[in-house]
């Protein structure tokens, strides 16, 4: 996308707030629970019969029976999520990069503190009439920012709050974005004992979803490959594999699985392997615990020498300046 001109740095006439939502994660090994009972709620992402009266026995229950195998990856990473953190990261960063036009930066939190109803509670008490809602996934999908979206639109309503309010929908083609994916990458590289990208395995590493949601028409797949593809170019690596992470149930989800690929891979004779997040532009237990601890694990296992994960973006400079693009685009009514 083309860089905004000059004319979109002016000071806003009206009150503006950006809110920048994540899926959120515990802060402690007691809110574990509640976050999976609070993920299990979305009628988004789980839809039943007769919702109003199973959808909370059903989180209750499935929370409770998923808490003891959630509860290891935190506490592995020392009992909490660390996505908070870094969110609230990229919240002040963007702040500083907007400062000309005074507007105030939210974090907001799909399944954890602060969740949606506390910031629209928040952005109606600070009077803010102009709001450009940013979820923090690169690809769409209603699992992620369909569903951020709807409860905000729900909590606003809740709460009779009709601000102007611009959606971010998906944004992975930002050109910053993109620069720094190819540029952590590249990073990592020197981290191994043959630091060409000949002796390389890339593997791009995505948050799974059911095949039965891309069935019914949900874009996520197809962006997850344009993502994949638009990294490839500018990489110009011989070896990238683009996977997928975290199924959970028995249902068929997105292929190939990321133990697949790295079993196949070493079989092969694969012996180094280097993985980066595409979907997740925050570190947390998927990309801290799963791939770079689990996987790391099963790797050494089956005879891959040496296997490193590529941190996330989190307050990366070039990650936060494709935030402040999009943020100025939006508030000029451009489309994302």
């Known amino acids: 996308m083309k860089q905004a001109p000059k004319q979109y740095n002016r000071p806003m006439t009206t009150r503006c707030a950006i809110v920048l939502c994540n899926l959120g994660g515990p802060d402690s090994l007691d809110a ?6 609070n993920l299990f709620s979305d009628p988004d992402i789980f839809q039943l019969p007769l919702a109003a009266l ?5 989180a209750r229950l499935v929370a409770s029976r998923r808490r003891v195998e959630a509860s290891r990856g935190y506490a592995a990473l020392g009992g909490a999520s660390p996505i908070g953190a870094h969110t609230q990261d990229q919240a002040r960063a963007l702040e500083q990069a907007l ?3 005074k507007a105030r930066v939210f974090v907001c939190m799909r399944y954890w503190h602060p969740l949606t109803a506390e910031v629209v509670a928040a952005l109606k ?4 009439e ?12 209603l699992t992620t920012t369909g569903s951020a979206r709807n409860e905000f639109i729900r909590q606003c309503a809740r709460l009779h709050y009709h601000p102007d309010v611009q959606f971010v929908g998906s944004w992975y083609q930002e050109e910053d974005y993109l620069k720094g994916v190819v540029s952590s990458i590249e990073a990592a590289a020197a ?19 059911p095949q039965m949601l891309v069935d019914r028409g949900d874009p996520y797949q197809r962006e997850i ?11 110009a690596w011989p070896h990238v594999t683009l996977c997928y992470q975290s199924r959970v149930g028995p249902r068929e989800w997105l292929r190939p699985y990321v133990d697949d690929v790295v079993r196949d891979q070493a079989r092969a004779g694969v012996k180094q392997i280097l993985v980066y997040p595409i979907a997740f532009v925050s570190d947390h237990v998927e990309t801290l615990y799963e791939l770079g601890m689990t996987y790391a694990t099963l790797a ?3 005879g891959v020498e040496e296997y490193h994960v590529v941190p996330a973006l989190n307050d990366n400079p070039l990650l936060i300046k494709a935030l402040e693009h999009i943020v100025r685009v939006a508030l000029q009514g451009g489309r994302q």
């Open 32 to 37: 574990v629970e509640p976050f999976l009972r």
């Open 54 to 58: 199973t959808q909370r026995v059903f």
């Open 99 to 101: 400062a000309d036009l």
């Open 125 to 128: 008490a600070g009077g803010f």
């Open 130 to 141: 102009r709001v450009v809602f940013l979820p923090l996934f690169p690809q769409y999908s």
């Open 191 to 209: 981290r191994f004992s043959k630091p060409s990208p000949t002796d390389i395995s890339l593997l791009l590493s995505a948050h799974g979803v």
């Open 225 to 235: 490959e344009a993502t994949a593809e638009c990294v490839g170019k500018r990489l």
């Open 300 to 302: 050494h296992n089956v």
